[in-house]
């Protein structure tokens, strides 16, 4: 039984819920709501991407959807691709230091201040860019971009908080290391590339301890200027992200374009023993970059091959070709899905596997059997019709999510200076025949291939054995 006070908050409560529901069902569902109701915040009319150019050369970008948190994000055009000799692996301890003090702020300063506005930080690197990130409620634009100009208008690299960053990079590494999948990519694109895009993404432990404060402020003095940055909002008002744009990092010098050698594809092989489990390897061949006109054909093959399962526990042996052929040679546990990595000027295209040491070759040959039978013909109208179908659903989805759209639009502004909308890149999909993916299927294999094992290379596979 509850006491007196209780019974009368309980009995309070039930009669206003009986209230509010008697109110909610008078009034007829089909109603149009009241005409004096309106968000604080309209709806655009246009949703599309702006683009705009300040006079010290960075480029701001924007999408609004008439979101109420927004996304802001500052990507700098570098990153392992563009590191030097000297300097290799100095992107890792620059986007660790993203945060730390600057002449405007301290460290704790930036992330009370992110907290008071209640938005959050975070720093990526990736091979051709190291971008800082925010969200935030969409009328703290000012304040998120206050907080973030600092750090390139002001960059400070103090000795004591510089071992801090030095201790981030160790436990990201030791994380990688424990990372089998990982550890396989970084050595394929080193047998790939080489150099540039064949760049580590860590910096070797070896090396870390050797970087100082000074080297730092040389990276943010050579590397902070207008033409390397790009601004990118999604849920803004582009005119706003202008206006502060301008105010905050208008100062900053222009410089002026990096010049980039185009990237080279070399191929060959290489493997190095990480574990005593399974055996993880990855096939590939001369890919596309992210504006070459074989991309849409390759995305496409991509599918048709198989690319991971659609149905949480589905046997993924209906779409996927690779999976199903993968099958019919091997009785151990296997993973195969392709594999399509592109870059600004370049790209990998082929699989993945991870198998038994004792099945590794077999579930290698059974991929390059069926890339083979494609360029054979070996493909129906159904398989490119599904294969069409799920390439537009994965572009589509991109939209869907506000952290792949920011990235989306990060990238093809950097290197482009413009932005293809998922509408027209699903066209360019629609326009994919089989004759294309025969063609780009003859290419895939033809010329050196790359091939990077890890795991348990006890009975690795060799190129000259798989097509042979």
């Known amino acids: 039984m509850l006491p007196m006070r209780s019974q009368s908050i309980a009995r309070f409560v039930s009669k206003s819920f009986r209230n509010v529901s008697q109110a909610s069902c008078s009034v007829p569902l089909t109603d149009p709501i009241e005409s004096g109701v309106s968000s604080r915040y309209p709806r655009p009319s246009s949703q599309e991407v702006k683009?705009?150019?300040?006079?010290?050369?960075?480029?701001?970008?924007?999408?609004?959807?008439?979101?109420?948190?927004?996304?802001?994000?500052?990507?700098?055009?570098?990153?392992?691709?563009?590191?030097s000799v000297t300097n290799q692996g100095i992107s890792q301890l620059v986007k660790n230091a993203a945060f730390m003090a600057n002449k405007d702020r301290s460290a704790l300063r930036t992330v009370r201040e992110?907290?008071?506005i209640g938005g959050s930080l975070e720093c990526s690197t990736s091979r051709e860019a190291i971008t800082r990130q925010a969200s935030?409620?969409?009328?703290?634009?000012?304040?998120?971009?206050?907080?973030?100009?600092?750090?390139?208008?002001?960059?400070?690299?103090?000795?004591?908080?510089?071992?801090?960053?030095?201790?981030?990079c160790r436990m990201e590494n030791a994380t990688y290391?424990?990372?089998?999948?990982?550890?396989?990519?970084?050595?394929?694109?080193k047998a790939a590339f080489r150099n540039g895009i064949g760049c580590s993404l860590y910096c070797n432990d070896l090396l870390i301890g050797k970087f100082s404060a000074h080297q730092l402020e040389n990276f943010a003095q050579n590397n902070y200027n207008g033409e390397q940055l790009v601004i990118v909002g999604v849920d803004v008002n582009h005119d706003d992200l202008m206006t502060y744009a301008r105010e905050l990092f208008g100062s900053l010098p222009q410089s002026q374009p990096i010049k980039t050698a185009p990237q080279k594809y070399y191929g060959g092989e290489a493997q190095t023993f990480t574990g005593?489990?399974?055996?993880y390897a990855s096939l590939v061949a001369e890919g596309a970059g992210l504006f070459h006109k074989d991309l849409p054909t390759l995305l496409v093959l991509q599918k048709v091959l198989g690319s991971g399962p659609y149905i949480k526990w589905g046997s993924n042996t209906v779409s996927s070709r690779l999976n199903k052929a993968a099958l019919a040679v091997s009785d151990t546990p296997f993973i195969i899905n392709a594999l399509n990595l592109s870059y600004s000027d370049c790209g990998l295209f082929g699989f993945n596997v991870i198998a038994s040491p004792s099945s590794i070759h077999k579930v290698l040959k059974s991929g390059v059997a069926q890339v083979s039978n494609i360029a054979k013909g070996n493909i129906s109208a159904v398989d490119l019709e599904r294969a069409k179908n799920q390439a537009k659903a994965s572009i589509m989805m991109v939209?869907?999510?506000?952290?792949?759209l920011l990235d989306d639009i990060v990238t093809q502004v950097m290197y482009s200076n413009s932005y293809?909308?998922?509408?027209?890149?699903?066209?360019?999909?629609d326009a994919v025949t089989i004759d294309n993916l025969i063609q780009v299927s003859k290419k895939v294999f033809s010329g050196k291939p790359t091939l990077a094992v890890t795991g348990n290379t006890s009975n690795p596979p060799y190129l000259d054995e798989l097509f042979s």
Request: hydrophobic share 45%; no cysteine; proline share 2%.
């Open 420 to 429: 293809i909308s998922p509408k027209v890149a699903s066209a360019k999909i």
């Open 136 to 168: 935030f409620l969409r009328n703290k634009l000012v304040n998120a971009m206050q907080i973030m100009a600092s750090a390139f208008n002001g960059p400070l690299f103090y000795n004591w908080e510089l071992s801090e960053v030095k201790k981030m």
């Open 51 to 83: 683009i705009s150019k300040l006079e010290n050369g960075i480029r701001v970008a924007s999408i609004d959807n008439g979101g109420s948190v927004s996304k802001l994000a500052i990507s700098l055009q570098s990153g392992s691709r563009y590191e």
């Open 177 to 189: 290391a424990a990372n089998e999948n990982a550890v396989n990519l970084e050595l394929l694109h």
């Open 114 to 116: 992110m907290q008071d």
């Open 399 to 404: 939209a869907e999510n506000k952290n792949d």
């Open 276 to 279: 005593v489990g399974l055996t």
